[in-house]
């Protein structure tokens, strides 16, 4: 039998599909780095996680490694812990491998992480938590992957928000759409929310999880500037005027000290 910690990280990485040292360590898998250490040679031994290494960033230095389930893991946690496969979450071949996609892909596991141990800590559930880099399977011969989050017009044409989720609290289901946003292009980002505006009117998200209520958009930014500017614009411009309320914004520096902290075009500050 695998030690408690190896267990532990098998049973994380089910959830996130893709986590770090700093995350796992996030997570109460750990307390430091050097304690992991034995856990991931132990995994690796056993072929039942695989790494992802990424090498140097000429500016940050040594980008962190990151830690998948394998096919061998899965089955641990299938036949040894009662694991549903639908329940675990680990890459599809090799599409999934994200080096130009690090720091973006880095920000959105970090937000997953932080609102999985928000909810916890009001003693709610995640129901639900899908992203642009979870996909199905294809059941015909050469046909790519569907991303899980891919939400079609009744036009046919679709667009992919970086994650969809429903959330149970406070006894109460909700619904959000989410999009994480680095740098400071905000033309980029009024393009893509004309997108938003489009499946609300059209309740994409609530009839992609079979709800019947209606959904939010969580629009998180890393530049506070970009943010504000976006907010302006939610806020004043008329295309807007019927949905600025479904839009709700936030900071990457913010939700580190209070993931409570999003706000509505109102200025007033909400509670998921």
């Known amino acids: 039998m695998l030690k408690e910690r190896s267990i532990k990280i098998l049973e994380v990485l089910a959830i996130f599909k893709f986590l770090n ?17 034995p856990a991931f040679k132990e995994l690796s031994m056993l072929n039942m996680i695989g790494k992802l290494t990424f090498g140097v960033h000429p500016k940050l230095w040594r980008l962190q490694n990151y830690y998948y389930l394998k096919p061998k893991g899965k089955n641990f946690l299938i036949e040894h812990l009662q694991y549903s496969e639908q329940r675990i979450k680990m890459p599809i071949g090799t599409s999934s491998m994200f080096f130009r996609d690090y720091y973006h892909r880095t920000n959105a596991i970090d937000f997953q992480v932080g609102l999985y141990k928000h909810i916890l800590k009001r003693w709610g559930k995640v129901l639900l938590y899908d992203t642009y880099y979870d ?35 406070d006894g109460e289901i ?17 393009q893509q929310l004309q997108k938003h505006i489009k499946s609300l009117q059209e309740w994409l998200p609530s009839i992609a999880l079979d709800e019947k209520k209606g959904s939010k958009v969580l ?14 614009r939610v806020c004043s411009e008329t295309v807007f005027v019927n949905f600025k309320n479904l839009f709700l914004f936030s900071d ?21």
């Open 21 to 37: 040292n700093t995350q796992f360590i996030r997570l109460w898998v750990a307390k430091n780095k050097p304690n992991l250490i």
């Open 174 to 190: 909700k619904i959000y759409t989410f999009e994480i946003y680095n740098g400071a292009d905000t033309k980029r980002v009024m």
């Open 219 to 232: 629009l998180l930014f890393d530049s506070t500037a970009c943010m504000r500017a976006v907010m302006s």
């Open 252 to 272: 990457t520096d913010t939700i580190d000290s209070n993931f409570d902290s999003w706000c509505s075009c109102g200025g007033k500050y909400v509670k998921l």
């Open 135 to 169: 996909h199905t399977w294809s059941t015909k011969k050469n046909q790519p992957l569907k991303a899980k989050t891919k939400l079609i017009f009744r036009d046919g044409s679709f667009f992919i928000p970086d994650a969809i989720m429903k959330l149970q609290v």
